[in-house]
């Protein structure tokens, strides 16, 4: 039996450190360990610092509570491990408030324990100054489970509340309890309510228990929806009023249900039950062909809360915390139907999902919002609250609610209806704009410890990331050079002998490829040459991956010392080959060589037939389970499609372009969920764990999404009804927003590898500027750092380091104009890369803006040359300009 939670506590030990040590001691990472009247202070020197303490007995059938008052300025990853001895996974894992202050962190243990339980702090991982005032032990009384009882079919009676249409869903009232409605969807049932919902009220020491279908309940319905209430008394005369008011909603498939609770006494109440539907219940069961929880469950027909991407207790996932749910969204799909509930968040309101149900064994899934919400008065995953919610006589409360549903077989149409219905969060704006984002950024590459003179490395974390040459650093920071204003002299003096060193540090024969950035553009070999012994190293590098592909395209997973695989339900995933799929396709385009190209179009059929309509997982095999749904996947196989697209023009992969982009939108915020700063369109890595320890919930990971939010912007092009710019606008918002600030000079301009929502803290690895100033153009509108265009009658392709825009072919050839090199239009040289011309060498023709056209000499300012099979145009360019492209008669 699950267990819920006593409000009251008994401490069985407080350790105060005040008046002493009391058995605590330190690793050979902690330095200078001594106390005062302001309790332990010591030094963390190492990566790995702890304290621990003396064994104490504890009760088998409590749940314990470990408070913990301490101040740090070491980084924000704390741990508290348990037990008889200490091991992985036996530990609670905390956000630490760095800013030097005193904080106390309530820290919940749900396992057992039991005699000789001893505990140690890991309070960081990096060097730092730690104080802790105190350490407290509670036990805490636990109280049943609701008594719930089997969900079953509702009477059907003669008269009822009615029905409430809209577009191919329906909500009918069948019986005359306040519960007793079918949900269908396109004439199928896809779900009932749940007839005996109860509403627990505390009284001393017990909780009473009201089944809301047994008081008197009163149904109306006029000409636009339907109103029903219950009237419950409880013991101690308190009457009670549940009201529902359900109508249909602003958009076809959606119906707005508003819930009203009152009482005519103060009450403390333990359990509201706001409404539970049970999907599949007397029809489809316990199967599914997916299903959705927002931040925390995205699955095919497997069991939600499993153990094959976390195996802690976190993986329980049925009553989360608001802070892990990036949207507000539940939803089950099957039999070519879907059904979702979208909710208003509050702290009365918080939502309950399991598939298959196994809190009501309905032998259906369970999706509903019940009370009050994870939080001050409740834990994760308990179905009632650890401490009374207050009730004041006669003010109400309320919670409002939509039911969705529609045709698919995949929870994308559920996240697209969301989007339909509560809109988009509004882009962050970033102090300053883009000059400030960009002296921000420059700042990073140039004094940060990212760079070592001329050498770069990923990321700054201690010694694990080695400084290499980096094309692409010097291309940014080129970027930067040419779009600062000119009063920022020294800053740009900087870059500029920062990028001549960054040249001339990469080795011969490297030919403008590599780098450190997660969105790597083929934008360096069309600032600084090369680009021949680029493209031949790309196509070379593509016959290779294509060996990676089976003859039916799958890339089988091979498990190193760790076997990531051991928990999926097969030896691959569409997200595992989608990096080397990615740039497959990607060098296809650069050399147009036709027999890449067909072989590239082949696998990417391949990856069709394989996977459409699946759940995206797989892309982070490096420590991530093979089975996690992964928002790499997502924004790796959505550029495979529009890169596809781009080379053949097929709609076909258009459409699965927005497919793979839809899945990616639920590991994206589009709700606030503190009230910080951070927290709009950050985006979560994984539904998942590290090595199946490290939970990732409710943790932001930007620099995954911003390779999802790159992929976006390609996609944008080409579906521009879509929400992606807007989205991939706000990824890269917000990962401004999380950059290292000035006043952290060693970090300054570095993107954290992850943030602690709750506490605002970075953490993690400090990772270059270039994954976030990929896409900076885009936000501020100043152009791109990379385009690629077809031209369908010529069969070829142009790849700029910057916007093309304005596109024009006949049988004769094309127009296009060209934005120039960084955001400023400055004068600087560039080239344009035409892959794929076919003819004889055409006539160009260069108009810059004021000035006469300018027919371009052949071998002059145009080359033409063969790589790969595949026949390149490289035309040498300044500044913005309109180039015209014409066959020249033989």
Same mark, same amino acid.
């Given at each position: 039996?699950?267990?819920?939670?006593?409000a009251d506590?008994r401490t069985?030990?407080e350790w105060?450190?005040s008046?002493? %040590?009391?058995g605590?001691?330190g690793?050979?990472?902690?330095t200078?360990?001594?106390?005062? +009247?302001?309790?332990?202070?010591f030094t963390?020197?190492?990566?790995d610092p702890?304290?621990?303490?003396?064994?104490?007995?504890?009760?088998?059938?409590?749940?314990?509570?470990?408070?913990v @008052?301490?101040?740090s300025n070491?980084n924000?990853?704390?741990e508290?491990?348990y037990?008889?001895h200490?091991?992985?996974g036996?530990?609670?894992?905390?956000?630490?408030?760095?800013?030097?202050d005193?904080?106390?962190y309530?820290l919940?243990?749900?396992?057992?324990?039991?005699s000789?339980?001893?505990?140690?702090?890991d309070?960081?991982?990096?060097?730092?100054?730690?104080?802790?005032?105190?350490?407290r =032990?509670?036990?805490?009384?636990?109280?049943?489970?609701?008594?719930?009882?089997?969900p079953?079919?509702?009477?059907?009676?003669t008269?009822?509340?009615g029905?409430?249409?809209?577009?191919?869903l329906?909500?009918?009232?069948v019986?005359?309890?306040?519960?007793?409605f079918?949900?269908?969807?396109?004439?199928? $049932?896809?779900?009932?309510g749940?007839?005996n919902?109860l509403?627990?009220?505390?009284?001393?020491d017990v909780i009473?228990?009201?089944?809301?279908?047994?008081?008197s309940?009163?149904?109306q319905?006029d000409?636009?929806g339907?109103?029903?209430t219950?009237y419950?008394?409880?013991s101690?005369?308190?009457?009670?009023?549940?009201?529902?008011?359900?109508?249909?909603?602003?958009?076809d498939?959606?119906?707005?249900m508003?819930?009203r609770?009152r009482?005519?006494a103060? @009450? !403390?109440?333990m359990?509201?039950?706001?409404?539970?539907?049970l999907?599949? %219940?007397?029809?489809?069961?316990?199967?599914?062909?997916?299903?959705l929880?927002?931040?925390?469950?995205?699955?095919?027909?497997?069991?939600?809360?499993?153990e094959?991407?976390?195996?802690?207790?976190e993986h329980? +996932?049925r009553?989360p915390?608001?802070?892990?749910?990036?949207?507000?969204?539940?939803?089950?799909?099957?039999?070519?139907?879907?059904?979702?509930?979208?909710?208003e968040?509050s702290?009365?309101?918080?939502?309950m999902f399991d598939?298959?149900?196994r809190?009501?064994?309905s032998g259906?899934?369970?999706?509903?919002l019940?009370g009050?919400a994870v939080? $001050?008065n409740?834990?994760e995953?308990?179905?009632?609250a650890?401490t009374?919610i207050?009730?004041?006589?006669?003010?109400?409360?309320t919670?409002?609610?939509?039911?969705?549903?529609?045709?698919?077989?995949?929870?994308?149409?559920?996240?697209?209806?969301y989007v339909d219905?509560?809109?988009?969060?509004?882009v962050?704006q970033?102090?300053g704009?883009?000059q400030?984002?960009?002296?921000?950024?420059?700042?990073g590459?140039?004094?940060s410890k990212i760079?070592?003179?001329g050498l770069? @490395?990923?990321a700054?974390?201690?010694?694990r990331?080695g400084a290499v040459p980096?094309? !692409?650093?010097?291309m940014?920071?080129?970027?930067?050079a040419?779009?600062?204003h000119?009063?920022?002299?020294e800053?740009?003096?900087?870059?500029?002998m920062?990028?001549?060193h960054a040249?001339?540090?990469i080795?011969?024969?490297?030919?403008?490829?590599?780098?450190?950035?997660?969105?790597r553009?083929p934008?360096a070999p069309l600032?600084?040459?090369?680009?021949?012994a680029? =493209?031949q190293?790309?196509?070379?590098?593509?016959i290779?991956?294509l060996?990676?592909f089976?003859?039916?395209?799958v890339?089988?997973? @091979?498990?190193? $010392?760790i076997?990531?695989g051991?928990?999926?339900?097969?030896?691959?995933?569409?997200g595992?080959?989608?990096?080397a799929?990615?740039s497959i396709l990607?060098s296809a385009t650069l050399?147009a060589?036709?027999?890449?190209i067909?072989s590239?179009?082949?696998?990417?059929d391949?990856q069709?037939?394989?996977?459409?309509?699946?759940v995206?997982?797989g892309a982070?095999t490096?420590?991530?389970?093979?089975h996690?749904p992964?928002?790499?996947?997502?924004?790796?196989l959505?550029?495979?499609?529009?890169?596809g697209?781009i080379?053949?023009?097929?709609?076909?992969?258009?459409?699965?372009?927005r497919?793979?982009a839809w899945?990616?939108?639920p590991?994206v915020y589009?709700?606030?969920?503190?009230?910080g700063r951070?927290?709009?369109y950050a985006?979560?890595?994984v539904?998942?764990?590290?090595?199946?320890k490290?939970p990732w919930f409710?943790?932001p990971?930007?620099?995954?999404?911003?390779v999802?939010a790159?992929?976006l912007?390609?996609l944008?092009?080409?579906?521009?009804?879509?929400p992606?710019?807007?989205?991939?606008?706000g990824?890269?918002?917000?990962?401004?927003?999380?950059t290292w600030?000035?006043?952290?000079?060693?970090?300054?301009?570095?993107l954290?590898d992850f943030?602690?929502?709750k506490?605002?803290?970075?953490d993690?690895p400090a990772i270059?500027?270039?994954?976030?100033?990929?896409?900076l153009?885009?936000?501020f509108?100043a152009?791109?750092?990379?385009?690629?265009?077809?031209?369908?009658m010529?069969?070829?392709l142009?790849?700029?380091?910057?916007?093309?825009?304005?596109v024009? $072919?006949?049988k004769?050839g094309?127009?296009?104009?060209?934005?120039?090199?960084g955001?400023?239009q400055?004068?600087?040289?560039y080239?344009?890369?035409?892959s794929?011309?076919?003819g004889?060498?055409p006539n160009?023709?260069?108009l810059?803006?004021?000035?006469?056209?300018?027919?371009v000499?052949?071998?002059?300012?145009?080359r033409r040359?063969?790589?790969?099979?595949?026949?390149?145009?490289i035309?040498?360019l300044?500044?913005?300009?309109r180039?015209?492209?014409?066959?020249?008669?033989?």
């Amino acid at each position: 039996m699950l267990l819920a939670l006593r409000a009251d506590a008994r401490t069985v030990i407080e350790w105060d450190f005040s008046g002493g %040590m009391h058995g605590w001691k330190g690793n050979h990472h902690v330095t200078d360990l001594t106390y005062s +009247r302001r309790g332990l202070s010591f030094t963390s020197t190492g990566v790995d610092p702890w304290i621990e303490g003396p064994a104490i007995d504890l009760r088998i059938d409590r749940i314990i509570k470990v408070t913990v @008052r301490m101040h740090s300025n070491a980084n924000s990853t704390g741990e508290l491990f348990y037990g008889t001895h200490f091991q992985a996974g036996h530990s609670v894992r905390f956000a630490v408030n760095n800013d030097a202050d005193w904080h106390e962190y309530e820290l919940i243990i749900m396992e057992p324990l039991g005699s000789n339980t001893r505990f140690r702090l890991d309070p960081a991982t990096s060097e730092g100054r730690i104080g802790v005032a105190f350490i407290r =032990v509670d036990e805490l009384t636990q109280w049943d489970d609701p008594p719930y009882s089997a969900p079953v079919r509702p009477e059907p009676a003669t008269t009822t509340a009615g029905a409430v249409t809209s577009g191919l869903l329906e909500l009918r009232y069948v019986g005359t309890g306040i519960g007793d409605f079918t949900i269908d969807v396109d004439n199928r $049932e896809m779900a009932l309510g749940y007839s005996n919902e109860l509403l627990g009220v505390l009284f001393g020491d017990v909780i009473e228990w009201l089944d809301i279908n047994d008081g008197s309940v009163t149904g109306q319905s006029d000409s636009d929806g339907v109103i029903v209430t219950a009237y419950l008394n409880d013991s101690g005369g308190g009457a009670w009023e549940i009201r529902r008011e359900i109508r249909p909603g602003p958009i076809d498939g959606a119906i707005t249900m508003d819930v009203r609770i009152r009482v005519d006494a103060d @009450r !403390d109440v333990m359990c509201i039950p706001w409404l539970t539907i049970l999907a599949g %219940m007397g029809t489809f069961g316990p199967t599914k062909s997916q299903a959705l929880l927002a931040g925390l469950e995205y699955l095919s027909d497997e069991p939600g809360s499993s153990e094959a991407d976390i195996s802690t207790l976190e993986h329980v +996932r049925r009553v989360p915390d608001p802070v892990k749910v990036t949207f507000p969204l539940m939803a089950i799909s099957a039999e070519g139907r879907y059904i979702g509930l979208v909710w208003e968040p509050s702290r009365w309101a918080g939502p309950m999902f399991d598939s298959p149900d196994r809190i009501f064994n309905s032998g259906a899934h369970v999706m509903g919002l019940t009370g009050p919400a994870v939080g $001050e008065n409740r834990f994760e995953n308990d179905l009632l609250a650890h401490t009374p919610i207050k009730l004041t006589a006669n003010e109400p409360i309320t919670a409002r609610l939509w039911i969705i549903g529609g045709q698919d077989d995949t929870a994308v149409p559920a996240v697209q209806a969301y989007v339909d219905l509560r809109g988009l969060p509004i882009v962050p704006q970033f102090e300053g704009g883009l000059q400030s984002a960009a002296q921000l950024l420059a700042h990073g590459w140039v004094y940060s410890k990212i760079r070592q003179g001329g050498l770069f @490395r990923h990321a700054v974390w201690n010694d694990r990331f080695g400084a290499v040459p980096a094309p !692409d650093a010097a291309m940014f920071m080129d970027w930067l050079a040419v779009s600062l204003h000119e009063a920022d002299v020294e800053l740009i003096a900087e870059l500029h002998m920062a990028i001549d060193h960054a040249l001339t540090s990469i080795p011969q024969g490297r030919h403008m490829d590599g780098g450190v950035s997660h969105v790597r553009p083929p934008t360096a070999p069309l600032l600084f040459g090369d680009i021949e012994a680029f =493209v031949q190293r790309r196509y070379d590098a593509a016959i290779d991956l294509l060996e990676q592909f089976d003859a039916n395209g799958v890339k089988i997973y @091979r498990p190193g $010392e760790i076997d990531y695989g051991s928990t999926h339900f097969t030896h691959h995933a569409n997200g595992y080959g989608a990096a080397a799929l990615v740039s497959i396709l990607e060098s296809a385009t650069l050399s147009a060589d036709p027999e890449l190209i067909e072989s590239a179009l082949e696998l990417l059929d391949k990856q069709t037939l394989l996977y459409t309509n699946t759940v995206p997982r797989g892309a982070q095999t490096w420590e991530i389970p093979l089975h996690t749904p992964d928002i790499l996947a997502s924004g790796r196989l959505a550029k495979a499609y529009a890169l596809g697209h781009i080379l053949s023009a097929r709609r076909d992969y258009l459409d699965q372009a927005r497919y793979w982009a839809w899945t990616g939108v639920p590991f994206v915020y589009l709700v606030n969920p503190t009230e910080g700063r951070i927290g709009p369109y950050a985006t979560i890595p994984v539904y998942g764990a590290t090595n199946w320890k490290g939970p990732w919930f409710g943790r932001p990971v930007q620099w995954c999404g911003l390779v999802y939010a790159s992929s976006l912007h390609m996609l944008s092009r080409y579906d521009p009804d879509g929400p992606w710019l807007q989205i991939a606008k706000g990824i890269t918002a917000s990962g401004l927003q999380m950059t290292w600030p000035p006043e952290d000079p060693g970090r300054v301009g570095l993107l954290p590898d992850f943030i602690w929502l709750k506490s605002q803290n970075r953490d993690g690895p400090a990772i270059n500027p270039g994954t976030t100033q990929a896409h900076l153009p885009e936000l501020f509108g100043a152009g791109k750092i990379y385009d690629v265009r077809r031209l369908t009658m010529h069969d070829c392709l142009i790849h700029a380091p910057c916007a093309i825009r304005n596109v024009t $072919e006949d049988k004769t050839g094309a127009s296009f104009t060209v934005d120039g090199w960084g955001a400023a239009q400055s004068p600087e040289n560039y080239h344009i890369l035409v892959s794929g011309w076919d003819g004889p060498t055409p006539n160009v023709t260069i108009l810059h803006a004021g000035q006469r056209p300018d027919l371009v000499p052949n071998g002059s300012s145009i080359r033409r040359i063969f790589v790969a099979g595949g026949e390149l145009l490289i035309i040498h360019l300044k500044g913005p300009a309109r180039i015209q492209i014409t066959e020249r008669m033989q």
